[in-house]
């Protein structure tokens, strides 16, 4: 699981008006996510910043800890099932993983998060920068 510490800038007003720009560091956990070409597009609409809500029947959004294992997922049930599949990585505030347990789904290699849909909007929140595509199968 790879830490990264990410500064974070934003605006801020002071009270004479003038917008300056304030800094902070925050830890980050890098993450990555194998997924078909409909919900690409549906992450890609919201600018690169968000994951789309879970379909029904789809309890749990399940972020993986490893390129590899991501890589496996998207080129052997994505590309099979969709056509494509893609490979994700973005960057997750630490301080809101640290409420889940990493849950190995099968080799010492394949571990992901299970994180419930109805979490998945303040894990949006916690993602800091953009999701990036890495790679792709077809």
């Not at 790879?2 to 004479?16: F, H, K, L, M, S």
């Not at 304030?22 to 690409?40: C, F, K, S």
């Not at 993986?64 to 973005?90: C, P, Q």
Request: hydrophobic share 40%; glycine share 6%.
């Amino acid at each position: 699981m790879a830490r990264v510490v990410t500064q974070i800038e934003w605006p801020v007003r002071t009270e004479t008006g003038i917008i300056s720009t304030m800094t902070t560091e925050t830890e980050t956990v890098t993450l990555w996510r194998p997924t078909g070409p409909a919900e690409l597009a549906l992450v890609e609409a919201s600018g690169w910043r968000e994951w789309p809500p879970r379909l029904p029947g789809q309890p749990i959004f399940y972020p993986v800890l490893n390129e590899e294992y991501a890589t496996m997922i998207a080129r052997d049930w994505n590309v099979k099932h969709s056509g494509a599949g893609y490979v994700t990585r973005f960057q997750v505030r630490r301080s809101f993983l640290d409420r889940y347990e990493v849950h190995q789904a099968g080799g010492r290699a394949i571990l992901e998060y299970w994180i419930p849909a109805e979490d998945l909007a303040a894990l949006n929140a916690s993602i800091v920068g953009t999701i990036e595509v890495v790679s792709a199968y077809h």
